[in-house]
């Protein structure tokens, strides 16, 4: 029996009875304001703030057609810092971050957009903030996260069956991280970059870029980043990983950079930097080309929508977010990407139940 299969699978009731919040949502619409402080219960407007910290202009070139965004079902509740969405089956899941004044939330919310509606799945074991999360071969794998405000990195890592609804728990990480990258390509799991620290003062950037094989429960190492950041935008093209933008150490100093990994050579390719150097951003591949929103910078909210084209290696700029966010969740859902929460102003002050899809119609 393999190391996976004598690990402990953790039911979805039992993960319940440990976050007694979480399993009060069911069911939990609110439609009056949709945003929360992060230090003090109750729901507020948007804060004034968001006016003076949004950014709609983008350098890049205007694309021929625009496209448009919409409103739909908020989250059943203000959320933040989640780090990444991700979807199978069309339908959206958002694990962990901020919420309800604590930032090791264990939240699990699950979009439906054929019923515009939000469901509960079974809760994160180890709430976090901060959680790399991708899909494999039907699985979703929750990595690391920060225990602590952006801070505090545990290495356990799980993953979830939607089938069942249940999570199981498998090896963690070699070392604590939070804030990685995670993508699901050919069989295994990649998780590249991210940030470590027990402070804020001595958080870092991190190079890391390691392999999990879930056939044998096992980590391995492959070639490093070029260049240590965390909360990039990362994704598969094809047979390739692409690492847009993303901070070192700081937003105050966020990065541009966008580099391919070819896991068949183990190499890493420079491609054509980002227009908006950006941190806390979405990217998402949606009908050929890499759309990235949202993202913070210093006294800075990113609401600019950039579409990178592979084919060109060029970018072009898209209709942007009807409203700002970083630290959001974003991910395609049927012909539509979706973005779910985030912070509308600079930090993790703020939490947000926005709701928005963009499509090229």
């Known amino acids: 029996m393999s190391n996976l299969n004598r690990r402990h699978l953790l039911a979805a009731g039992a993960a319940a009875l440990a976050t007694p919040a979480l399993a009060q949502q069911q069911g939990h619409e609110h439609h009056g304001p949709q945003y929360e402080r992060l230090n003090q219960p109750g729901r507020i407007e948007k804060p004034e703030l968001a006016a003076t910290q949004n950014v709609f202009?983008?350098?890049?070139?205007?694309?021929?057609?625009?496209?448009?965004?919409?409103?739909?079902?908020?989250?059943?509740?203000?959320?933040?810092?989640?780090?990444?969405?991700?979807?199978?089956?069309?339908?959206?899941?958002?694990?962990?971050?901020?919420?309800?004044?604590r930032t090791d939330r264990a939240y699990h919310h699950v979009y439906d957009p054929k019923a515009d509606k939000w469901i509960d799945g079974a809760p994160l074991p180890q709430g976090a903030n901060h959680v790399g999360v991708a899909f494999l071969d039907g699985k979703l794998y929750a990595i690391g996260g920060f225990l602590e405000q952006n801070r505090k990195p545990h290495p356990r890592c799980f993953t979830y069956d939607p089938k069942t609804d249940r999570w199981a728990e498998i090896a963690p990480l070699p070392r604590p991280a939070g804030s990685t990258a995670v993508v699901g390509l050919g069989g295994l799991l990649y998780v590249i970059g991210g940030a470590i620290g027990e402070t804020t003062e001595s958080k870092r950037s991190i190079d890391w870029h390691l392999v999990y094989d879930p056939k044998a429960d096992r980590w391995s190492e492959r070639t490093p980043l070029p260049t240590a950041r965390d909360h990039t935008g990362t994704l598969a093209i094809g047979n390739l990983i692409h690492v847009i933008g993303g901070r070192v150490d700081s937003f105050h100093t966020n990065s541009n950079l966008h580099h391919s990994y070819d896991p068949a050579t183990d190499k890493w390719t420079m491609r054509t930097p980002a227009p908006t150097g950006r941190s806390g951003h979405g990217a998402v591949l949606y009908r050929g080309k890499v759309f990235v929103m949202g993202g913070e910078g210093t006294n800075r909210v990113f609401g600019q929508m950039e579409a990178y084209d592979p084919a060109t290696d060029k970018w072009e700029q898209y209709a942007p977010m009807l409203t700002p966010r970083h630290g959001l969740g974003a991910a395609l859902v049927g012909d539509a990407i979706h973005v779910a929460g985030g912070g509308p102003v600079m930090g993790g002050g703020v939490q947000s139940a926005v709701h928005e899809a963009f499509t090229l119609g």
């Open 57 to 101: 202009d983008s350098p890049a070139p205007k694309a021929a057609s625009p496209g448009r965004w919409s409103a739909k079902a908020p989250l059943p509740l203000p959320r933040s810092e989640m780090a990444w969405a991700t979807a199978f089956e069309d339908r959206m899941h958002i694990v962990g971050g901020y919420g309800e004044q």
